[in-house]
């Protein structure tokens, strides 16, 4: 198997897949994953319950969860482009100090990773990180993401931002809500 430690991650939800789409940055190469609804419904909850055995969620963490997510955004991961994903994209590079376009160019051939989906989700939990490894029946990459117990929360605070547009349900930890969130769904309830 080939392993891919997972540095920085953005997250986007896709109406034409109805997937959760996980693009990953490894290194130098950038890697697409999905997630379907039945996987991220089996993963999400788990990681929510080993942040609440973990003492997140405390009244006092909080504040220092918004406020932590808000000051680490990082720039999103791009993906390469292509016109058939998967497939090698070829460069075409010229070399400026010739006379002769045709003597001097060079074709280049740069291998775009196809889209992946996640088949698997392996979780190894510690009282402070935790490891999830997804794995795809199809292929021999695997996905390591490693994360601490605010990295966790950043983490299903990302997801929750993306899933919005889904018509994914999900009972999220009120500790993970906005105070506008928090009083929608109080009027929500109170409308029911």
């Given at each position: 198997?080939?392993?891919?430690?997972?540095?920085?991650?953005?997250?986007?939800?896709?109406?034409?897949?109805?997937?959760?789409?996980?693009?990953?940055?490894?290194?130098?190469?950038?890697?697409?994953?999905?997630?379907?609804?039945?996987?991220?419904?089996?993963l999400?909850?788990?990681i929510?319950?080993?942040?609440?055995?973990?003492?997140?969620?405390a009244?006092?963490?909080?504040?220092f969860?918004?406020?932590?997510?808000?000051?680490?955004?990082s720039?999103p991961?791009?993906?390469?482009?292509?016109?058939?994903?998967?497939?090698?994209?070829?460069?075409h590079?010229?070399?400026?100090s010739?006379?002769?376009?045709?003597l001097?160019?060079?074709?280049?051939?740069?291998?775009?990773?196809?889209?992946?989906?996640?088949?698997?989700?392996?979780?190894?939990?510690?009282?402070?990180s935790?490891?999830i490894?997804?794995?795809?029946d199809?292929?021999?990459?695997?996905?390591?993401?490693s994360?601490?117990?605010?990295?966790?929360?950043?983490?299903?605070?990302a997801?929750?931002?993306a899933?919005?547009?889904?018509?994914?349900?999900?009972?999220?930890?009120?500790?993970?809500?906005?105070?506008?969130?928090q009083?929608?769904?109080?009027?929500?309830?109170?409308?029911?």
């Amino acid at each position: 198997m080939i392993e891919h430690v997972v540095q920085t991650i953005s997250l986007n939800y896709s109406v034409v897949e109805d997937r959760l789409e996980l693009r990953c940055k490894s290194g130098l190469p950038s890697y697409q994953l999905w997630l379907t609804q039945r996987m991220w419904l089996q993963l999400t909850p788990a990681i929510i319950k080993w942040l609440v055995d973990s003492g997140v969620g405390a009244p006092h963490t909080k504040g220092f969860i918004k406020d932590s997510f808000a000051e680490n955004k990082s720039d999103p991961v791009e993906l390469p482009t292509t016109v058939d994903a998967g497939k090698p994209a070829t460069e075409h590079t010229t070399n400026e100090s010739s006379a002769s376009d045709d003597l001097s160019s060079e074709i280049t051939t740069k291998w775009i990773p196809e889209p992946w989906l996640c088949t698997t989700a392996n979780l190894q939990m510690a009282s402070q990180s935790i490891r999830i490894q997804f794995v795809a029946d199809c292929s021999q990459h695997v996905f390591i993401f490693s994360m601490s117990a605010l990295e966790a929360c950043h983490f299903l605070i990302a997801q929750k931002n993306a899933l919005k547009k889904s018509g994914w349900s999900f009972a999220w930890p009120a500790w993970l809500l906005g105070s506008e969130e928090q009083e929608q769904e109080s009027i929500e309830t109170s409308l029911h």
